[in-house]
């Protein structure tokens, strides 16, 4: 049975995380000196991730060519080669170390790799976090954009301040801010509010307090 200084103490638990994420969001905000980049300098190369799943294709060696799934622990196991770490490589960095391991057996193996099924390495991923209508981490896509994470997630709740969100993104090792404006994109149509997305950025909606 839940006493009163049960249910006070649950009550202010309750307090004190809405009150530290309401701080969190405006830190996020007032830190955004600027829009978001409306473009990329350069598309970064797909990472492969545990969970993934792999088309290791070996020309003229059928035999040794397979579809095979990224164990948790971030390596795979093909024909003749048992165990090779596959995780935080690209595709064709993980095609040429395979080449290496099959030229034991192999007269001047030519592999592809191709990745199949995307998860890619959880700080790759994309997370959407606040008046998201399901916030969870998405696997980043080639040329992703707002609008795709947006999608991804349902969209925003009736509470959520779109033009106050903002994208948490790291850059040379330091940690930015930009503002985004949802609400223009979303309800609008304003396509001009789209940009595009970076691995492992972190969008923030925060709640509408009126």
């Known amino acids: 049975m839940f006493t009163l200084q049960k249910i006070k103490s649950a009550a202010t638990r309750t307090v004190l995380v809405s009150l ?3 701080v969190s969001a405006c830190a996020a905000q007032n ?11 350069a598309a970064p190369q797909y990472i492969i991730g545990p969970q993934d799943e792999l088309n290791v294709f070996v020309w003229q060696n059928p035999d040794l060519s397979v579809t095979v799934p990224v164990r948790p622990d971030g390596r795979i196991s093909t024909p003749l080669v048992d165990d090779m770490m596959a995780a935080t490589k690209t595709s064709q960095q993980l095609a040429r170390d395979i080449e290496k391991s099959l030229a034991k057996y192999v007269k001047d193996p030519l592999v ?3 990745v199949q099924s995307f998860n890619g390495p959880y700080n790759q991923q994309i997370r959407i976090v606040g008046q998201a209508a399901e916030p969870k981490a998405i696997p980043y896509r080639n040329d992703m954009t707002v609008l795709d994470a947006i999608i991804a997630v349902g969209g925003m709740t009736e509470f959520a301040a779109g033009n106050r969100a903002v994208i948490v993104r790291t850059e040379s090792g330091e940690q930015q801010s930009y503002n ?3 609400d223009d994109l979303i309800v609008d149509g304003d396509v001009t509010a789209n940009v595009p997305l970076l691995p492992g950025d972190i969008i923030i909606i925060p709640q509408s307090w009126f």
Request: proline share 5%; no cysteine.
């Open 112 to 114: 592809t790799v191709t």
């Open 31 to 41: 830190q955004a000196a600027t829009t978001a980049p409306a473009s990329l300098e």
């Open 20 to 22: 530290a994420l309401f």
């Open 180 to 182: 985004v404006r949802l």
